[in-house]
């Protein structure tokens, strides 16, 4: 059974940094490309940023860019995301998620539809 579990989630305030963790289990984990996304009220779902199985190529929201970091620790089966400057905009519930490798050393995706393995999110509010 495919575990995803999300931690790191809380109540900060504009300008603090969080750093997400998603441990998984029973998957490979090195065979799946990782994602972060999130869900604020009222809002469709949307990508936050990638991860190849390698952890070097990492593409990014334009929303996020220069304020988060995706990283992976594949001895540990874990993904990363350090948020660091966090805006109000930023509340919501973070995702992460993990996609199937294609074949590509590269590949990873901001398709929400790619990725065949979802936690169940945790919370992430910003004060202003």
């Known amino acids: 059974q495919v575990q995803l579990v999300e931690s790191g989630g809380g109540l900060v305030q504009a300008g603090d940094s969080l750093r997400l963790s998603c441990g998984t289990s029973?998957?490979?984990?090195?065979?799946?490309?990782m994602g972060w996304f999130r869900q604020a009220p009222g809002e469709e779902r949307e990508f936050v940023a990638a991860?190849?199985?390698?952890?070097?190529?990492?593409p990014y929201a334009d929303s996020v860019k220069g304020r988060f970091t995706i990283s992976r620790d594949n001895s540990r089966n874990t993904v990363y995301l350090q948020m660091n400057s966090l805006k109000p905009e930023d509340t919501a519930v973070y995702y992460c998620?993990?996609?199937?490798?294609?074949?590509?050393?590269?590949?990873?995706?901001?398709?929400?539809?790619?990725?065949?393995?979802w936690g169940q999110g945790t919370q992430v509010i910003v004060s202003s």
């Open positions: 998620a993990a996609a199937p490798n294609t074949g590509s050393y590269y590949y990873t995706s901001t398709r929400a539809t790619d990725y065949r393995h």
């Open positions: 029973g998957l490979t984990f090195s065979d799946y490309a």
């Open positions: 991860i190849n199985w390698r952890g070097d190529t990492t």
